[in-house]
Every structure is written in structure tokens, then in C-alpha cells.
């Protein structure tokens, strides 16, 4: 079985502070997949990132950036110099298993940047 | 935008009703998978479709069915339906429905039931 644990429920930043979102995950495969969603007070949830397990390279895309390690089974996400506008929900998931095909949420994350 | 549509944006109805949620992939995209986000219960998978087969099923109720047509798109069925059926329902489509796949999700259906 898998599972995927956002410890922290609610962040709350002030602007331009850089803010790190919290993603540990549980599964048997070798072979498996993250996954990182926002979903802002609109309510739609919008893809990130995705990273595969045998690829632990950390990436920065703008203002995001990522941190997996497979030792530790975490799944980081970091934001520089936040905004109001990243406000959100953050949700990690996890992909694992031969014959599975859903995803497997957490929790989520819910990020207040104040002005 | 994700190229997923879903209507209606908004649905409500009261308790015994049955409700259709429909859903169009992004094009391109032969499966399409559908998720209940609750307070209490978090976003779940109930069930997902391949190429109009059922693939894998995950929390879905007997209550709630679902199909693919061969156009592709999706619809939701909901009966007798239960304060508690209140939730955001997503749809997400993907190319293939394989683990190297990544779920573009819709912007959600909200069902507010009475």
C-alpha cells in the first residue's frame, strides 16, 4: 500500500519570505512517481512537477524548486521570494504499483502568503 | 487552463436525486479518471476508464457509476444521493493511463447536496 503525508496542514508567510512544503511518502515499488498540485481558492488543481524514483536529480524552475531523497522518502517543494498569488493548496501524490493506476493524495498543504 | 472540461461547474440537488457529471479529456488522451474531494475524506480515487473500458476502480460507491463513450468523454452518474455525496468531483485524463503518465485534472464539478 502507499501513502503519501503532508505533516504540515497550514503555512502562513509573509511576502517574499521563502516558504518549504513538506512531502514524505510510503510504497513498496522500486519503480514509482511524485507528483506535486496546486490547487488556488478557484478551486482547480493544477499539475507542477513530476519527478520518477530512479531520477533523484533535484530541479528550480522559476521561483520553485524541488528536493527527493529516496533515503529519507521525502519530496520537498520550495518557494523564493513568495507572492500572494502562490497562495494555495499544495498537494504531493504518489504513483506506485504495477497493476495501480490512481493516485494516491496527501493531504495537502494550505499556503497564506499575506501582503 | 488543462485542456479538461467538466460540467456543470456547479450542481445542486437534494437527497434521493441522481445527478450526471460529464467530462471531456484533453484531446488526445484515451483515459480518464475521476476523484471525490471531501473535508473529511480528502481528494479519492473512484474509478478510472481507458479507451471506454474500465480499468481500475478505487472508492467508488454502488451508487455512483460511470462510462466512457466512444467519443471519449466521460460521464459520472450519481443516485440517491446523500448529504454526504457533497463534495468537489474532478475528472482527469492522461494519455495512455499508465504510471508514466502525468493527470491533467479538470476544473472540478461542485455538488452541494440538501
Known amino acids: 500500500a502507499q501513502k503519501v503525508t503532508q505533516a504540515q496542514t497550514e503555512i502562513s508567510v509573509v511576502e517574499k519570505e521563502d516558504v518549504t512544503l513538506d512531502c514524505v511518502y510510503e510504497t513498496r515499488d522500486t519503480t514509482y512517481y511524485l507528483f506535486w498540485y496546486k490547487q488556488p481558492p478557484s478551486g482547480e488543481l493544477v499539475f507542477l512537477i513530476r519527478r520518477n524514483s530512479f531520477d533523484e536529480q533535484n530541479e528550480i524552475s522559476g521561483r520553485y524548486s524541488w528536493n527527493f531523497q529516496k533515503s529519507t522518502s521525502s519530496f520537498n517543494f520550495t518557494i523564493t521570494a513568495s507572492q500572494v498569488v502562490d497562495s494555495a493548496v499544495y498537494f504531493c501524490a504518489l504513483y506506485s504499483g504495477a497493476g495501480s493506476y490512481q493516485l494516491t493524495f496527501g493531504k495537502g498543504t494550505k499556503l497564506s502568503v499575506i501582503p | 487552463d488543462s485542456g479538461v472540461t467538466q460540467t456543470p461547474k456547479h450542481l445542486i440537488t437534494a437527497t434521493g436525486q441522481r445527478v450526471t457529471l460529464r467530462c471531456s479529456p484533453r484531446s488526445g488522451d484515451l483515459s480518464v479518471y475521476w476523484y471525490q474531494q471531501s473535508l473529511d475524506q480528502g481528494l479519492q480515487f473512484l474509478i478510472q476508464?481507458?479507451?471506454?473500458?474500465?480499468?481500475a476502480k478505487g472508492n467508488i460507491l454502488e451508487r455512483f457509476s460511470a462510462q466512457q463513450f466512444p467519443d471519449l468523454h466521460s460521464e459520472l452518474n450519481l443516485s440517491s444521493l446523500e448529504l454526504g455525496d457533497s463534495a468537489l468531483y474532478f475528472c482527469?485524463?492522461?494519455?495512455?493511463?499508465?504510471?508514466?503518465?502525468?493527470?491533467?485534472f479538470g476544473p472540478g464539478t461542485r455538488l452541494t447536496v440538501l
Open positions: 476508464y481507458y479507451n471506454g473500458e474500465e480499468r
Open positions: 482527469a485524463s492522461s494519455v495512455q493511463g499508465a504510471r508514466t503518465d502525468t493527470q491533467y
